[in-house]
């Protein structure tokens, strides 16, 4: 699977280098300095882009294989490894939002981040609604 995920990874970023091969380039235009600035800045969002998500990449399966090798190889016992493997799922969190999701701390995005938060409200309440309820049968049960 990895060896897929790398594969695929690659050529997205072949891809994106190159400029998008294979796509038809569009005529010239009368106004060729304004379509050459915005080509400019259309490439470097591109390559601003690629340069995000190859460090979130990279981060997020650096923590992955830190969480696994924690676990299989016993480097740390019960509550330890189970802080740690949380504390990593919670860097993880913060790298997926901020490389791949493009959620900041900045003005133009707190509506995005405001939406994820409370979406994360409502699923922790169902989730913990839900607890409530099977612990409650379960002690009705015993």
């Known amino acids: 699977m990895l060896k897929t995920m790398g594969a695929a990874a690659a050529l997205g970023t072949t891809r994106l280098l190159s400029g998008g091969a294979g796509k038809p380039k569009e005529p010239p235009r009368l106004d060729e300095h304004r379509n050459e600035e915005s080509n ?5 969002s591109r390559r601003s882009d690629l340069i995000t998500y190859g460090v979130g990449y990279v981060l997020a399966l650096g923590l992955t294989c830190v969480a696994f090798a924690l676990v299989h190889w016993h480097w740390a016992s019960g509550a330890t490894a189970l802080g740690v493997v949380f504390a990593l799922a ?29 979406s994360t409200l409502i699923i922790a309440l169902m989730a913990g609604g839900t607890l409530v309820v099977l612990f409650n049968l379960r002690t009705r049960m015993m």
Do not use: G, N, P
């Open 40 to 44: 400019e800045d259309a490439s470097q």
């Open 90 to 118: 919670l860097i993880q969190a913060i790298v997926h939002f901020r490389c791949f999701l493009h959620v900041s701390l900045r003005r133009t995005a707190r509506d995005d981040l405001e939406l994820i938060l409370f």
